[in-house]
């Protein structure tokens, strides 16, 4: 079985300053994982995804995400927080190549001017 | 090229009352996804189809049926609504169905459908 556990329902940081979404996962074999971002009343765009490359993975807008194997953990970051990022982020993992996706419950990032 | 489309945007229900969410893609994706999100809880897969002619149950799939009688299209019906059925609906697509670059879900912009 897999699954994921974003530990922050809500994050809130200044414009400017560093973003930090912590996430964890749970899998019987090597994961894949990703990272969504959904902003007000949209769809789901992926920000970045690993996929057992490297293990220190950029994605779009300026984020990234470390896998950690040791730790479990999947926690996306990025250097300078823009008002722009305020949206809804989602961990999502994935065990095989025929499993579905399972969601984490969202971490909401609002971003203070 | 429009991706993932939804047809409707927005519903009311009354409870006892049916309806069909249409998804249709143009992307010539083999696997489509329904999922429901509501507040806290993420997305959580209802059903989902790995080719035309196949569905398959996912998290969530009590009170849903699906149909994927065409590649491009996947429809998800409600026969019965309840009001626990609000909430938002988001269909997706992919290529296939694993880590490779073409296996990215591409999602549509979601059914928000309240049952009162």
């Known amino acids: 079985a897999q699954s994921v556990t974003q530990l922050d329902s809500h994050v809130s940081v200044s414009e400017g300053t560093p973003v930090l979404l912590r996430c964890n996962y749970s899998s019987s074999y090597s994961p894949s994982l990703f990272w969504y971002v959904q902003h007000p009343n949209k769809g789901l765009q992926l920000l970045l995804k690993?996929?057992?490359?490297?293990?220190l993975v950029k994605g779009i807008n300026g984020f990234e995400a470390e896998f950690k194997k040791s730790e479990t953990s999947f926690h996306l970051t990025k250097p300078s927080a823009h008002m722009s990022d305020a949206a809804e982020y989602f961990c999502?993992?994935?065990?095989?190549?025929?499993?579905?996706?399972?969601f984490g419950k969202g971490t909401r990032l609002s971003v203070i001017a | 090229n429009a991706g993932v489309t939804q047809t409707p945007k927005f519903r009311v229900l009354k409870t006892g009352q049916s309806m069909t969410l249409l998804c249709a893609q143009d992307?010539?994706?083999?696997?489509m996804y329904w999922y429901r999100q509501d507040p806290g809880m993420g997305l959580r897969l209802i059903h989902y189809s790995v080719g035309e002619g196949t569905t398959a149950k996912g998290e969530v799939p009590d009170g849903y049926n699906v149909s994927r009688l065409k590649k491009q299209n996947f429809l998800l019906g409600l026969e019965s609504a309840a009001p626990s059925q609000t909430s938002v609906y988001f269909c997706a697509s992919s290529y296939s169905q694993g880590d490779r670059e073409e296996d990215e879900q591409y999602f549509g912009p979601g059914t928000r459908l309240t049952v009162t």
């Open positions: 690993y996929t057992s490359a490297a293990t």
């Open positions: 999502v993992v994935s065990s095989s190549g025929n499993t579905p996706l399972v």
């Open positions: 992307m010539n994706h083999e696997y």
